[in-house]
């Protein structure tokens, strides 16, 4: 013990430098390559084997194992390398389970090991400095050997006395020894399956994780499914519930057999071989909620002024919306590079869902009616909006319903007329339809075919100019008596009504006179009018001739512009005038689209459907609708 902390003095005594220098040597010399082990040294490793083959008996004890190593170590100095550790390959051979006198002869044995390995390191750091100070390289060598030698089995004393102080088992520290050695993977303690089949929380975590992401996943999908669907039912303006069409209840699309009949026109099928479809059954929406583009996808000529024509979705499919028997559509056509709007009755039945019909006739000097007439033809796109209006019929308003109409007011009513015979209602139809001749008679054989198929429908034609011979129907126009023949205790029946307005006013005067009461009589503006033409480009409105009577004027205040108003021209005439931008859709005082704001003055309006009792008392006006004598101011 003098003597090694002499030696360890002695290093003590050697510069920062110099140690640090040592130490990192042998460090990085301290584990031997395989190239200086030798077949003797694997033969240490093995005692017994060389000579005895594998069926010789090995050692029992780290004695013989340790005289083999003091001979290799000799052999191993001589030719300076370091001698094989002996230790660890004694441990292989021991039993499991060592007896107290044993293990502590193993220890004894480490600890010496320990210590032989500290004299080394002594003895190799003294030879170092000697042969540094001297350029001894070859001592150089031979003293950084022995420091590798010192260090080695100081570790391997080192490991074998922790393991077995800690009670470890002696030939798992010597097999852990041996794969260091050779450089294998050592072998890690798995972890005790558990829980559920014998999985570890290493597989709980992660197939928890799994399905945290598949159930993040399957509700973005559900999210999204459940937006389209939103999305769909914003494009088609609520649901539909399907339900089986009787079959003595097809409708049929027959056309007029005019002369004039376009060529381009396809031909309808004949009335012996009706079209079938499905019967669906809408359900009541909000006007007015959806707006886009339809296709033309087929023209029908009706008359030799009227024309039908069907829309369908630009896509294919059912029609982006739903609408009542009755109500309208706002058309919107770009003339000129001017959009202008009409609002046209749609005809067909709501059980046609994937297509609708407006039929149109081309009003004399009419704008938009013209334009469709002469220039939309099968496949253009034309803008659209609605469905609008209140005048409608399902059946379950009345038991039985009595439909007047004149001229292409027959557009509405024959919507209610073909959706309830689709139906198969069982209430009684009464038509009585006032046309000028039989040649203007609308839908004519479509309404023979459905007399022929539906005993409840009842039609009346009264025809005002027809001169030939063959017709012995009424002539003229509607008369009391005419009512009151055609159709049995009027008195008790809805009327809904729609025509011309002189027609329309002195119907109404006769069904008063009869005894029906107001709130059974349904009136619907005659739709499809042309407003009087505006002023042509460049033609200030001062240049155009002055009124009869003395006008008002119109001052929009936020446009900063004055129109005349005379007494029979609306806010909205006016503002087209002077172009002022107000929108409006239906120019009939239903949809609401064209309230403005009345700052002064007073108007009056023939129809104010369109005005919730809110917008009333904040001082809305309907546009389309708003006349007066003297001068207005609206915001708009």
Known sequence: MDNRYRR???????????????????????????????????????????????????????????????????????????????????????????????????????????????????EGLEALSKSAARDDFPALEEATARLRQGLAQFESGLAAYRALAEGKVTRSVALEWFKREMNLATSVPEEAPHGLFGLSWFHYVTMFILLAFAGTMIWMSVQRMNRAGALLRNLTSGKQAVTAMPASSPQTRVAGTT???????????????????????????????????????????????????????????????????????????????KEAKRSYSIASSPCCRSWCEITVKQAPEGLVSGFLHERVKTGDLIGASGPYGKFSFRGTEAPDIVLIAGGVGITPLMSALRYLTDQSW????????????????IFREELEYLIRRHPNLHVTFVLSQETSAAWTGPRGRITKDLLLQAVPDLRTRRVHLCGPPPMMEAVKTMLAEIGVPPDQVQTETFLGAEPRPSPPAGVPVSAMPPPAVAAALCTFVHSGKTAPLPPDKTVLEASEDVDVNIDYSCRQGYCGVCKTKLLSGQVTMAVEDGLMPEDKASGFILACQAKSTADVAVEA
């Open 259 to 337: 002369p004039t009949a376009a060529a381009e026109t396809p031909t309808p099928a004949p009335a012996t071989a009706p079209t079938t479809y499905q019967v669906v059954v809408p359900t009541t929406l909000p006007a007015g909620h959806w707006s886009g583009q339809l296709r033309v996808a087929l023209i029908f000529q009706e008359t030799a002024d009227v024309r039908t024509f069907r829309l369908t979705h630009p896509a294919e499919g059912d029609l982006p919306f739903v609408f009542e028997p009755g109500q309208f559509l706002t058309v919107s056509v770009t003339i000129e590079g």
């Open 8 to 122: 360890r003095g002695m290093f003590s005594r050697l510069g920062v430098p110099f140690r640090v220098t040592a130490l990192g040597l042998g460090l990085a010399f301290a584990v031997p390559s395989p190239g200086q082990i030798s077949l003797g040294g694997h033969e240490a490793h093995h005692p017994g084997q060389g000579q005895a083959g594998p069926g010789a008996s090995q050692p029992a004890g780290p004695g013989a194992a340790g005289e083999v190593g003091e001979g290799m170590g000799e052999m191993m100095r001589e030719m300076g390398a370091p001698p094989p550790k002996e230790l660890y390959p004694s441990l292989m051979a021991l039993p499991s389970d060592l007896p107290s006198e044993k293990r502590n002869e193993l220890q004894q044995q480490a600890h010496e090991r320990m210590t032989a390995g500290m004299e080394l390191l002594s």
């Open 426 to 441: 069982a209430g009684e139809i009464f038509l009585i339809y006032a046309c000028a001749t039989m040649a203007d008679v």
